[in-house]
């Protein structure tokens, strides 16, 4: 992987994270509610389970690439079926 290509993952990576979704008002709702403490818990409940799905997620991604062999190149994509 480049630079170039990091970097733009880490800003999609970023803006994903800045962009205010449920977690975003679970956190908030949890700090007006209860105070920093189980606030502070809530994001990091949900930055763990983020951490796990996308582990999971590229585990398997990678398992399928190496059992799938060459079935997702372009080529073999835009050939027709035999």
Known sequence: M?????????L???LAAVTPGPAMF????TSISR????????GFGIA??????VSVHL??????HRR???CFLPSNM?????
């Not at 679970?26 to 709702?29: D, E, Q, R, T």
């Not at 835009?78 to 035999?82: Q, T, V, Y």
Request: charged share 5%.
């Open 35 to 42: 105070g920093v403490g189980p606030a502070l818990a809530c």
């Open 26 to 29: 679970a956190v908030i709702s």
């Open 68 to 70: 799938s062999a060459g």
């Open 2 to 10: 480049t630079l170039a290509v990091i970097s733009t993952c880490a």
């Open 59 to 64: 585990l398997a991604s990678r398992s399928l």
């Open 12 to 14: 999609a990576l970023f």
């Open 48 to 53: 763990l389970s983020d951490m796990v799905l």
């Open 78 to 82: 835009l050939a027709p079926a035999i």
